[in-house]
Every structure is written in C-alpha cells, then in structure tokens.
C-alpha cells in the first residue's frame, strides 16, 4: 500500500501541492517520498527514503519548477526502504517516469527480458519495470504515441497497480491507469488531480472521478479522458460531490481506522497471494532443512504462531513450537542452539519482546527467519531471510488485516513445505490451492452477509460482564484471537482456551445467560465440539457459535449464529472464522462508547519489555 499523486495545474508550481497532498496520504505508508516534475520538457525529480517532512528538510521538495508533476509516498514490499528503491522511476534515458501501487507479480520475467535487451536498472523494485517496458515498446514501434506505448505495455503487466505516468514526449500529460489498486481523480477550475485516495485532494476540490479496474486516463489542461485498456473504448464519467470531511475521507467514510481495515481484508488478502515465489520458496528451504522450529511473536502476532503450528505439524510433518516471545529467554534460552530454527512473526517488526528472543537465539547461533508487515523495521535487518505481509500500514491499535495476512503467508508457506515434503495427497494439495485462493472472496461475503447480524449479537450482549471463547484443534487460536480482540477494545473480562478443556476447571464459572463464543469450522473436531457445546448449553449458557454455512446441528443449539461460507478446509479456517469475531468485538466497543481505535493503556507497537 503507498500514495500516489499527480497533478496538471492551469497556473503555478506543482511542486508544493504534490508535497502537501502526499502528506495526506502519509497514512498508506511513509518508508520513502519522491516527486517528479517536468518544465521546458525537462524531468525534475527529488526522492530519498524517510517520512516526507525529513525529506523535505534535506532536498526541499517544494521547489522544483513546472505545473505538472507527480509523486509518491512507499510502503516497501520489493526493496528496501532505500533511496534507489523510491519512487518516481525512470527509463534508461531518464524521459519517462513512473510512481506505482501496486504489485506486479510478473516483474522478475519483465526485469530478466528488459535487461537481455540491454536495459539498466537500479532499483530492486516491482515498479521500475513499468518506465523501461514503455521504453522498449517505443524504441520497437517508434511511431506509437506514449499513451499507445503505455496501453501495449499494460497489456503485459500481471497483478495490482495504479500508475501515473509522465514522459518528455508529451510533456503536458499524465497517464494514470487502475487495476486492483485504488486510483480516483479530481477535478476543478484551477486543474486536474490523480490519487490513490480522495483525502490527497480533498482541501482543494471535492468533486472526485472514480476510476474503475481496467481503466486508463489521460490528463491534460483539457480535463480528463477515461477509456477501457482492453479496447480503448471511451468511458463516459461525471464528477460526484464528495460529502466528506478531511477526516472522514483518510478513513474513506468509515467511523473508525478498525472497521475500515477489517474491511480491507479481501483486498489484503489478494495482496498477500502475490508474493513472489522465491522469498516463500528460500523460506521453506530454511524451514525444511530444520528439524523443529520456535514459532515466537506476542499478542495476535502469538495467535497466528499458534495457528501456524497446527497448519505446519498437519500439512507437512514439521513441529512447530508457538512461544510467547516475552517468555522465550526463560523457557528455552538456554536449549536454543545452533540446530535451532526460529521465526519471529511481527506485524511492526518492533516489538521489544519478539527482538530481545531474536537476540537471544542469533546469540547462541540459531538461524533466524522474520515475517514482519513493515519492511526495513529491525526484524527484517536481523533476519536470516524475512517476508513481508503486504497488509500496509495499520493504524487501529487492534490488529486486525494483519492478522490474516500473517495466517494466509503462513499457510502458504506450509503449504510449500508439504509440496517439497510430499507429505499430502495432490487433491488435498489441489483443493486447499483452490481454497486459498479463494478466501478473499469468501471474507467479502462474511462481511457484506453477517455484518448487520454482528451489530445485533453485540447490541444484544454488550452488558455481559464476562465471555468465554472457545474451539477445538487450530479453531483454539481463532478463539484466543476473538477473546483479545473483545478483551482490548470492549475492556469486557475474557476467558479463553481449548473447549476440551472446559470440564477441567473452567465449567464452574458457567450459569444462566453466560455467553460463550464457539468456533466452530466443520472438521474432524466438529462432533467433539457439539458435545462441549451441550456441556455448556446444559448448564445455562447462551451459546454464540460462528458455524458454517447450513451447519444445522449447531443452528439448533446456539442462541446466536453467525455463518461463513460452506467448506473452509481445516486448517486454513482461522482466516475466515476470525472475521466475524472482529467485528463482533468492534461493535461491543462502540455500544459500550469505547474508542476501537485508541484502547485504554496500549500501544501500536510495543517497544519496551
Ligand atoms: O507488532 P507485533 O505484531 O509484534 O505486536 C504484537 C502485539 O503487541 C500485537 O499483536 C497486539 O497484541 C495487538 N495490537 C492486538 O490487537
């Protein structure tokens, strides 16, 4: 996720305006902020890594001539946060350039075909491939205008991205093109605006332009042209009024940072299917060649470790330890060694807790594996190999989109490893390839389906003063998850463990109306759970089950309902399951008047131990 800009003014530098719009798009991502310019035909350009307002003191971002330019503020996934790795990018002769977000999944084939044809890059990016590519496809058909060039050289580019795009060619235009990334225009009497989100434009006009999948649009001191990219066919679109505040745009509508980034997730998840096959592929060689692995993160990075022990001990034979990071020097200090493997899961790559383990281990010769949301944060530097989540940036203080990202990397991964290990039959394989792939369309449907009957269960139960959350098999970490979430957000006492576990201790709690959260996937626990179901019902409890579609065994027992999408394989479920109880914990908050953004007493990144 990163902001892109572009602008053509009737008067005056666009410069300062590029700078100050990408400010407001500062909250997609900060890693790095470049803007290119062009006046007398010539590019201009500044960028180098760090949050804009440190760029700005070193170069001066605002002064740059020409009315017409573009820029971009990153959130690193291909290349470290480092200067060559910004945006604008540029062609071999420094004519065109490109800001980008996006992710071209079919780079590394463009990069090795461009550069056998003697192209130069200097960049370890996705993106850079776009501005040699039109290049290229100009130098073999010299008489393409550059809007024919950009359109052939789209044709070619696989994955998500919104382009904005400048040449010394046609130096009065600027081409912006959409597939899966966001990209809207605007539009008033002093010019025309491009950008990845309607708040980088908001101060100066709200008359906004959504630009759709498919789309290219050419600006000019005319105005904006939309046409298909598949046939170039005219697209005929009028400007809407947007109502929003500057406030309400940066959460495009939505009340709160939490809500919006639960409802990121298909998009997240999208994202988190296009990652390059070599860093899940020099993962699972480190995994494969370890005979156990410590899987170590705090919190709801913890509870995707937990998960990810049941993905990789089932689907590839591999033990797996989760540990709370914050106890792994006194548990396992001393027995971690050269043989060990550990991998350190941490959305902010920060977290005190998870780095004093990965001191420790790298201390005593350990090999350390990181997946971190937040490339160039410390795990990634002290990582033997890391990956990135492609979640961008979170601001709720709950986690939520990150989350499942970790879940879905961490069974691709597992995945990989049971491909290598052979250690599943190739339908199995086959069906949960399919399963993931279609996963976020299934969370778009759990949210966009039981959403407003969330909002009734939390209504309904916002007074109780204490929950149990609970499930069987890997559905334990999905109810340990839904007990933080509701715990952290709602300040509501919860308890959770594996429902097993409940006639040991916990059952005495249990009296009339005390509602207990089921997890409750149809897998090989599905006939043990319905039998801890009635042990609770039986006693008094109300029973909140999220259930499969159509799971009417369970319908007949629990109060409350709430249902994802028909045949979810096991292991994979936590992504899906997990969905309901976030919102369920979010709307909790707001009955009860509770920020869900800003809990008491916590923090985004937890830097101290
Ligand atoms: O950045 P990390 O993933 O290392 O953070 C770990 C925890 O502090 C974090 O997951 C925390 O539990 C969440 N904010 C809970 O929603």
Redesign the pocket.
């Known amino acids: 996720m990163c902001g892109i800009f572009g602008c053509i003014l009737k008067e005056g530098n666009a410069a300062p305006l590029i700078h100050s719009s990408l400010k407001r798009l500062e909250y997609r991502g900060y890693d790095s902020v470049g803007i290119a310019t062009i006046s007398d035909g010539k590019i201009f350009m500044k960028k180098d890594s760090g949050k804009i307002d440190e760029v700005h003191k070193l170069v001066n971002l605002d002064d740059m001539p020409g009315n017409i330019g573009i820029g971009h503020t990153r959130w690193a996934t291909h290349g470290a946060p480092l200067k060559i790795n910004s945006h604008p990018h540029m062609d071999c002769k420094g004519e065109i350039v490109v800001v980008h977000n996006g992710i071209i999944e079919n780079f590394m084939e463009l990069r090795a075909e461009l550069q056998n044809l003697g192209h130069i890059f200097v960049s370890k990016t996705d993106t850079e491939v776009m501005p040699h590519l039109i290049e290229e496809t100009l130098k073999q058909n010299p008489k393409l205008t550059f809007v024919n060039a950009v359109l052939e050289s789209l044709k070619r580019i696989e994955g998500s991205y919104a382009f904005a795009i400048m040449s010394t060619r046609e130096p009065d235009k600027i081409i912006c093109a959409r597939n899966e990334s966001p990209l809207v225009l605007g539009v008033n009497g002093t010019g025309v605006f491009c950008a990845s989100d309607i708040p980088a434009f908001l101060p100066i006009t709200n008359k906004a332009v959504m630009i759709n999948n498919g789309e290219i649009v050419i600006l000019s001191q005319q105005g904006y042209e939309i046409h298909k990219i598949q046939d170039y066919s005219t697209v005929t679109r009028d400007p809407v009024t947007i109502e929003w505040t500057s406030e309400m745009a940066v959460k495009q509508g939505y009340p709160h940072f939490m809500i919006k980034e639960i409802h990121e997730q298909p998009e997240v998840l999208r994202n988190t299917l296009r990652m390059q096959d070599h860093y899940l592929d020099l993962m699972t060689t480190f995994l494969d060649r370890a005979d156990e692995v410590y899987l170590v993160?705090?919190?709801?990075?913890?509870h995707a470790c937990l998960a990810a022990s049941y993905m990789f001990s089932k689907l590839a034979f591999l033990p797996t330890y989760p540990v709370y990071a914050s106890e792994f020097v006194e548990q396992h200090g001393k027995s971690v060694n050269i043989e060990s493997t550990l991998l350190a899961?941490?959305?902010?790559?920060?977290?005190a807790d998870?780095l004093s383990a990965v001191m420790c281990a790298q201390q005593r010769a350990a090999t350390v594996l990181g997946l971190t949301n937040v490339i160039g944060s410390t795990l990634t530097r002290v990582s033997r190999v890391y990956i990135g989540t492609q979640a961008g940036p979170e601001i709720g203080?709950?986690?939520t989109k990150?989350f499942t990202s970790q879940l879905s990397v961490l069974a691709q991964l597992a995945l990989r490893l049971s491909k290598k290990r052979g250690k599943i039959s190739q339908d199995e394989m086959d069906c949960l390839e399919v399963n993931l792939k279609k996963m976020p369309e299934d969370v778009e449907i759990i949210i966009r389906t039981q959403e407003e009957k969330v909002k009734q269960i939390a209504h309904k139960y916002k007074d109780s003063k204490v929950f149990f959350f609970l499930g069987r098999g890997i559905s334990t970490a999905t109810a340990f998850e839904g007990r933080?979430?509701l715990m952290?957000i709602a300040y509501i006492p919860s308890i959770a463990f594996p429902a097993g576990e409940s006639k040991h201790g916990p059952i005495s709690l249990i009296e009339e109306g005390f509602p207990v959260v089921f997890v409750c996937p149809r897998d090989d626990c599905h006939k043990t759970l319905i039998g801890n179901i009635m042990e609770m019902k039986a006693r008094g409890a109300h029973i909140i089950a999220v259930i499969e579609e159509g799971d009417d065994d369970i319908k007949s027992l629990a109060e409350e309902y709430i249902e994802v999408p028909k045949g979810i394989p096991s292991v994979l479920s936590p992504i899906p399951f997990s969905v309901p109880l976030q919102m369920l914990a979010y709307y909790i908050s707001l009955e009860k008047g509770n920020n869900p953004d800003m809990p008491r007493n916590?923090a985004?990144?937890?830097t101290v131990k």
Do not use: D, F, M, R
């Open positions: 993160a705090c919190g709801t990075s913890y899961v941490s959305q902010s790559g920060e977290t998870t203080v709950a986690a990150t933080l979430k952290e916590l985004k990144s937890v």
